[in-house]
């Protein structure tokens, strides 16, 4: 697999890329490799980093189950600046929300698809990412949803 790190408000973040599609975007450092497709990828998260709106449209892949995968499209379909709760993604889904908490924590594209999104009924839930959930509070307030953290 090619990989490509960037460094971000964030942290440094890899991004993977296999058969023409990001597949992975972890908080580490390390990737060096160079395609059109992780250049796209790099410029894409940079110029989030700089301003949300700007959004993404990169071939995803999540290999992973059917389970993660929609979890994962019901977190892509969120828009920019709102939020879900656990507890909605798991109606919509008709599963547990102590699925869908597991769903978030298994995404494999964080930030990309975006797992800070979806709230606990009562506050913030978790955030497996680096830095936690201060790392989702900086998150949400970067796409101007930090209001509702209130």
Request: charged share 20%; hydrophobic share 40%.
């Amino acid at each position: 697999m090619l990989k490509k790190t960037v460094d971000t408000p964030t942290g440094p973040m890899t991004l993977t890329e296999k058969d023409g599609a990001i597949v992975r975007a972890e908080w580490e450092s390390g990737g060096t490799d160079d395609t059109p497709l992780l250049r796209e990828a790099a410029a894409q998260l940079v110029a989030y980093f700089d301003d949300p709106a700007q959004g993404f449209d990169l071939p995803l892949k999540v290999e992973a189950s059917e389970f993660q995968q929609r979890v994962c499209d019901a977190m892509l379909a969120i828009p920019l600046g709102e939020t879900r709760t656990y507890g909605e993604l798991s109606k919509d889904l008709g599963v547990p929300a102590q699925a869908i908490g597991q769903g978030c924590g298994g995404n494999p594209i964080p930030v990309i698809i975006p797992c800070h999104r979806v709230l606990g009924a009562n506050g913030l839930g978790g955030f497996s990412g680096l830095g936690g959930v201060e790392t989702k509070v900086w998150l949400l307030k970067h796409e101007r949803a930090g209001g509702l953290l209130i």
